[in-house]
Every structure is written in structure tokens, then in C-alpha cells.
């Protein structure tokens, strides 16, 4: 793949830039740029670098007369228009690893903390009240965990949960048993995930079968008490559903590391006690970027020598006779 000159429209790591450059690609940054800018400036470049704060429209990809690939440093790619891509011949390629470890932490790390009401007893002891008995919480061991996607994040959640003794089920219409089943996890239907479990954790990309997949009528199917955790991507839960669930304790609480609009505007959600928010944290370690920022230069690296690579998310749908 003939690429010289490469745009980089979000913050990222500084080994990125220094990989691609050392590669004797045009590389120029620009994460505070607009999208009226890039929609300016982007036919003087053959690909563009995103994160998750820029969204590559079908204008876009169509004013990109020289664009040949965007390259996202992380997992979802749902801020592409990957049908507009691929009309126009354009690879889409992301990083499908690298934040595998850092979002299935925080989301151990959510389901560990609302069990046991710990951002609600932090934040009293931080107030000066010294007050044990309101926040009695529960243990995971021997609750039921069901993991909704069970790609790359979904199963390491279910391998860890695990050692806390949780008895985890899963669904997942893509992802086969012969995956699932080795790990421990039983794969169910999505009604049994609703019926049987005590916490849902979320781990599927926004796409229109998935916008609030967890709503009013499936809140009403779950377990009194039950805890919902979504560090995947806002929208796959119905905000409102969810704070009338935790306001009737329908749901016993919940933790959102991603929201329907970021920053989030509901006040009231984000002031409900029973709610533990972070601000879209999923791949912010050091470790995560690291490995983000090592896995997508080397995957444009290897296109620029017409080598394959296993990022290529709409591959399979192009010819491409540059990926022997």
C-alpha cells in the first residue's frame, strides 16, 4: 500500500508518531482538530489515524480523494462509516488486542466495587462520616455473572470472575461454543442472561441490534437486585431505564464507564447514589497504550510492505491485491 503522508486527528501516545516516522512516513498531528478541518485537508493525505474522540464520516472518507486507510488505535470501530469505506476502497484497520487486559480490569474492577458499595463508602468517609452499617454490600462468590459478548473482553472477564468462584454464563450470537466452553463459561441464550443473572456485564459494539439492548422491558426481566456494568460503549444502555431501575431497586446499582453523550448531561443519573460513573476510562492505562500504539505501527508498517495483518476489519470485503 502506497502511503506517504499520514494525519493524526486524537491524542495519542508519542511512540506512535516516532514509530511511523522512523518509518519514513509524513506524519502530521493535529488532536484538536475539527471536523470542518479535516473535511478541508483531508485529500492531502493517504491515511488518517483516529482514536475514539474523532468521527470519520462518509464526507470524509469522500473528500479523502487520496485516502487509503484509516488505522484505529483501539478495538471499536464504530465512529468509521466502514460501508462508506468500503465503497470507496478504503481499509479500515484497528488495534483489536492492545486494550484487551485494561477494559476487562476496569470492568473487574466495577463489578468488585459496586458488590461492595465502595465509591459510595469512599466518598462518605471522604465527607468526615465514619458510617459502616449503610454500606453493607455482597459477595460475587457464588453469584452468577452473565456476560453479554463474548469476544476478546467478554472471556477474559469470565476467566477472572472465575477465580472470585462466580458462576459465569454468557451469550453470544457470533462467537462460538468451542471458544466459550474450554474457559468454564456456560453459553446460554440471551433470556436465560436475563433470568439467571445476579450482575450483566456488557461487552458488544454499538450497532442498531445493540442500542438499548439493556431497556425497560429487559430490566423488568432480570433478578431483583440485580447490577449492570457497561464499559463497552454508550448507548447499549438506556440511561433512563436504567435510573428509574435504580431509583424502584429494581437494579441494585450500577457502573458506567460509557455513556449516550460524553461528557454525560443526565445530572440526575450521575447524581444517583446507587451509580458508580467513570469518565470512558476502559483503555486509559499506560500498559493499554503501550500496546495500542506498538500493535497499529506495525500494522501500517506491514501494509506499506503489502503484508497482511489482523486488524483489517473490512478486508474481506475489498480487493485488495496489495495483502499477499
Known amino acids: 500500500m502506497d502511503i506517504k503522508k499520514i494525519l493524526i486527528t486524537d491524542e495519542v501516545s508519542d511512540k506512535i508518531v516516532q514509530g511511523l516516522r522512523a518509518a519514513d512516513l509524513q506524519v502530521d498531528l493535529?488532536?484538536?482538530?475539527?471536523?470542518?478541518?479535516?473535511?478541508?485537508?483531508?485529500?492531502?493525505y493517504d491515511a488518517v489515524l483516529i482514536r475514539s474522540r474523532t468521527t470519520i464520516t462518509r464526507q470524509i472518507i469522500e473528500a479523502g480523494k487520496n485516502l487509503?486507510?484509516?488505522?484505529?488505535?483501539g478495538v471499536g470501530v464504530d465512529n468509521v462509516d466502514i460501508e462508506a469505506a468500503t465503497e470507496r476502497s478504503v481499509l479500515v484497520i484497528n488495534a483489536p488486542n492492545g486494550n484487551t487486559v485494561s477494559a476487562c480490569e476496569?470492568?473487574?474492577?466495577?463489578?468488585?466495587?459496586?458488590?461492595?458499595?465502595?465509591?459510595?463508602?469512599?466518598?462518605?468517609?471522604?465527607?468526615?462520616?465514619?458510617?459502616r452499617k449503610d454500606f453493607v454490600g455482597v459477595e460475587v462468590a457464588q453469584k452468577t455473572l452473565g456476560i453479554i459478548g463474548l469476544g476478546r473482553i467478554g472471556r477474559e472477564v469470565g476467566k477472572r470472575m472465575k477465580a472470585f468462584e462466580m458462576e459465569v454464563i454468557g451469550y453470544d450470537p457470533?462467537?462460538?461454543?468451542?471458544?466459550?466452553?474450554?474457559?468454564?463459561i456456560e453459553f446460554v441464550s440471551l433470556?436465560?442472561?436475563?433470568?439467571?443473572?445476579?450482575?450483566?456485564?456488557?461487552?458488544?459494539?454499538?450497532i442498531p441490534e445493540?442500542?438499548?439492548?439493556?431497556?425497560?422491558e429487559t430490566i423488568e426481566k432480570c433478578k431483583d437486585g440485580v447490577m449492570i456494568v457497561n464499559c463497552a460503549r454508550g448507548g447499549i444502555?438506556?440511561?433512563?431505564?436504567?435510573?428509574?431501575g435504580l431509583i424502584s431497586r429494581k437494579v441494585h446499582a450500577a457502573a458506567l464507564d460509557v455513556f449516550e453523550e460524553e461528557p454525560p448531561m443526565n445530572e440526575e443519573l450521575l447524581r444517583n447514589p446507587y451509580l458508580n460513573p467513570t469518565p470512558h476510562l476502559g483503555a486509559s492505562t499506560k500498559d493499554g497504550q503501550r500496546r495500542v500504539g506498538e500493535e497499529i505501527v506495525d500494522e501500517?508498517?506491514?501494509?506499506?510492505?503489502?503484508?497482511?495483518?489482523?486488524?483489517?476489519?473490512?478486508?474481506?470485503?475489498?480487493i485488495i491485491p496489495f495483502l499477499k
Open 30 to 44: 493535529a488532536s484538536d482538530i475539527t471536523p470542518q478541518r479535516i473535511l478541508s485537508i483531508i485529500q492531502n
Open 68 to 73: 487509503k486507510l484509516i488505522a484505529r488505535a
Open 106 to 131: 476496569l470492568t473487574c474492577a466495577h463489578i468488585l466495587s459496586i458488590s461492595r458499595n465502595m465509591y459510595q463508602a469512599t466518598k462518605s468517609l471522604k465527607d468526615g462520616v465514619w458510617n
Open 174 to 184: 457470533v462467537t462460538p461454543k468451542s471458544l466459550v466452553e474450554p474457559l468454564g
Open 191 to 206: 433470556e436465560e442472561i436475563w433470568k439467571r443473572s445476579d450482575c450483566i456485564t456488557i461487552h458488544v459494539p454499538l
Open 210 to 216: 445493540t442500542k438499548h439492548l439493556i431497556n425497560k
Open 237 to 244: 444502555v438506556d440511561e433512563q431505564a436504567l435510573l428509574n
Open 300 to 318: 501500517i508498517i506491514k501494509l506499506t510492505k503489502g503484508e497482511k495483518i489482523p486488524g483489517a476489519v473490512n478486508a474481506n470485503r475489498l
